[in-house]
């Protein structure tokens, strides 16, 4: 079984900053997918970013990074020059990649609430 | 159209009436879910549904009654439910059924919220 933990409940930060959510996960896979998935107050699950365990090279989407760390199984996400837009709950997720039937489920952390302030 | 799209936003019910939520997209998907989320909680994954047919049940009560209809819409029949069922219902849709991955990923609805009286 896999688990995510996301050990910050709740963070601050002053727009234009920069912040860097925690997010730590356990399994024994060794293929898998991670996610960050925004949840604005508007309650749509928005998809963040996304990456390949088994690419090395850290994926980005413009203010958006990650540091990918395998060993250390962490995924913590970076964002650059804050907008008050991005006040939202924000969850981590996992996904296995397994051969045949293949895995639907995703496993969510608890989140962190994240609030920009003007 | 990159959307799924959920109605009603809002439903309060009663223990004893019969309700529905709605949720349709046209992007072609062939997969379809039902999550539960209470507040200040991750998504539940309740039911899938791979090309029009229920795949997954995770043991949610027969109260809670899935509907696939056509490939772009899904309905939650709700019956009889109880105060603690009050909740966010997130429907999510992906691309195909089985693997999600970096290229198959879920899209999600803005979400019904129902609260149980």
């Known amino acids: 079984a896999q688990t995510v933990t996301q050990s910050q409940p709740e963070m601050s930060v002053q727009e234009a900053e920069t912040v860097t959510l925690s997010c730590t996960y356990d399994?024994?896979?060794?293929?898998?997918?991670l996610f960050w998935y925004k949840q604005p107050p508007s309650r749509q699950m928005i998809l963040v970013i996304r990456?390949?365990?088994?690419?090395?090279q850290n994926a980005t989407e413009n203010r958006f990074s990650v540091n990918f760390q395998k060993a250390a199984k962490s995924f913590s996400l970076k964002i650059s020059d804050s907008q008050l837009g991005d006040t939202a709950m924000y969850f981590c997720?996992?996904?296995?990649?397994?051969?045949?039937?293949?895995?639907?489920?995703?496993?969510f952390g608890k989140g962190t609430k994240l609030s920009v302030i003007p | 159209d990159t959307e799924v799209t959920q109605t009603p936003k809002h439903l309060v019910m009663g223990m004893t009436n019969k309700k529905s939520l709605k949720c349709e997209q046209h992007?072609?998907?062939?997969?379809m879910y039902w999550y539960k989320q209470k507040a200040k909680k991750p998504p539940e994954l309740m039911f899938v549904?791979?090309?029009?047919?229920?795949?997954i049940n995770e043991s949610v009560p027969s109260r809670f009654s899935p509907e696939c209809p056509n490939s772009s819409l899904l309905n939650l029949h709700l019956h009889a439910l109880q105060p603690e069922d009050s909740a966010l219902y997130l429907c999510?849709?992906?691309?195909?059924?089985?693997?999600?991955?970096?290229?198959?990923?879920?899209?999600f609805g803005a979400g019904s919220r129902l609260t149980v009286l």
């Open positions: 999510a849709s992906s691309q195909d059924p089985g693997q999600l991955s970096g290229a198959n990923v879920l899209t």
């Open positions: 399994t024994s896979e060794n293929n898998y997918y």
């Open positions: 990456q390949e365990a088994y690419k090395q």
């Open positions: 997720a996992f996904v296995p990649l397994h051969s045949g039937a293949g895995s639907y489920q995703l496993t």
């Open positions: 992007m072609g998907h062939r997969a």
């Open positions: 549904y791979s090309y029009e047919k229920l795949s």
